[in-house]
């Protein structure tokens, strides 16, 4: 994991098949305010090792990310979360370890077994059929800005223009996800479950031009499971903010951290993202 940066404790959660790396456009500016933890999530590339036939579900990954932060010396934290990290979030907040909770585009919001979730299965085969064509030197081709602008089209809304060391990371941790197909078999069989009660501030920003959980259809659960969360449109964004817009992402994630450490309760917007309301 990586950990950096002084001031109150952060923890960054990647999504599904990614790693820790995804969220270095953020850290220079996280880490003047935050001492950051950045783990990789159980069964993930360079996270913990998952073990053949042992439970490949949120909560045993969010049991691996409590005893991350408990190896740091770390109570509670500010916990940002994106995709699957932004479920991982929420329920970290649940189990009352969470200073504050910045949920981007959270996977977990929509009705498990319709459309939504059959539609995310073929997607997620889809993409592992492709990484394991290209095999161990397929990341590579994300040094080319054509390649890029192809296989990251569904993760950012400008994806020839990432980095390219950074697309290579990308790449290579999804086709090094041990956890991949037996999480993917179950999030699709059993789906996402309840959340406990969140007494933390939380802010659930979402992508209008998000492409693998656009809403509404995706985001649905989430007004009756965190029924006092702030929702925050970000405008010609997609699914992974920050990879689109650096700057936005960092101050949506340092205000509201600002306001909880100064004792602030943020106030409840005075509307929501069309079509979730």
Same mark, same amino acid.
């Given at each position: 994991m990586h950990r950096a940066g002084?001031?109150?404790?952060?923890?960054?959660?990647?999504?599904?098949?990614?790693?820790?790396?995804?969220w270095r456009p953020l850290l220079p500016a996280l880490e003047q305010e935050h001492e950051v933890l950045v783990p990789n999530l159980l069964g993930h590339h360079g996270g913990p090792e998952y073990l053949a036939g042992s439970p490949a579900t949120p909560e045993a990954m969010a049991d691996a990310l409590e005893r991350d932060m408990d190896s740091a010396g770390l109570e509670?934290?500010?916990?940002?979360?994106?995709?699957?990290?932004?479920w991982l979030a929420l329920e970290l907040a649940a189990r009352g370890r969470a200073l504050s909770v910045t949920a981007l585009s959270p996977a977990?919001?929509?009705?498990?077994?319709?459309?939504?979730?059959?539609?995310?299965?073929?997607?997620?085969?889809q993409s592992y059929k492709m990484h394991k064509l290209l095999g161990?030197?397929?990341?590579? @081709?994300?040094? %080319?800005?054509r390649f890029r &602008?192809?296989?990251?089209?569904? !993760?950012?809304?400008?994806?020839?223009d990432l980095p390219p060391a950074l697309a290579v990371e990308m790449a290579e941790a999804a086709a090094a996800c041990p956890?991949?197909?037996?999480?993917?078999?179950?999030?699709?069989?059993?789906?996402?479950?309840?959340?406990?009660?969140i007494d933390v501030p939380v802010q659930i920003a979402w992508g209008t031009k998000d492409r693998i959980l656009p809403w509404p259809g995706y985001a649905e659960r989430f007004h009756r499971l965190v029924p006092a969360a702030q929702?925050?449109?970000?405008?010609?964004?997609?699914?992974c903010p920050m990879l689109d817009d650096v700057a936005l992402t960092n101050k949506l994630i340092l205000e509201l951290s600002q306001r909880v450490? @100064?004792?602030? %309760?943020?106030?409840?917007? &005075?509307?929501?993202?069309?079509? !979730?309301?």
């Open positions: 002084s001031g109150s404790p952060m923890v960054l959660i990647h999504g599904f098949s990614a790693s820790w790396g995804i509670r934290a500010h916990i940002v979360g994106n995709s699957l990290g932004g977990g919001g929509w009705t498990h077994g319709g459309r939504e979730t059959k539609r995310l299965a073929r997607l997620f085969r161990p030197g397929g990341a590579q @081709l994300m040094r %080319r800005r &602008a192809f296989a990251l089209r569904d !993760v950012a809304v400008h994806p020839a956890i991949y197909l037996p999480s993917l078999e179950y999030l699709t069989s059993t789906g996402f479950g309840e959340l406990g009660e929702w925050i449109p970000l405008d010609g964004l997609g699914h450490d @100064l004792g602030e %309760r943020p106030q409840q917007p &005075a509307s929501v993202p069309a079509g !979730v309301e």
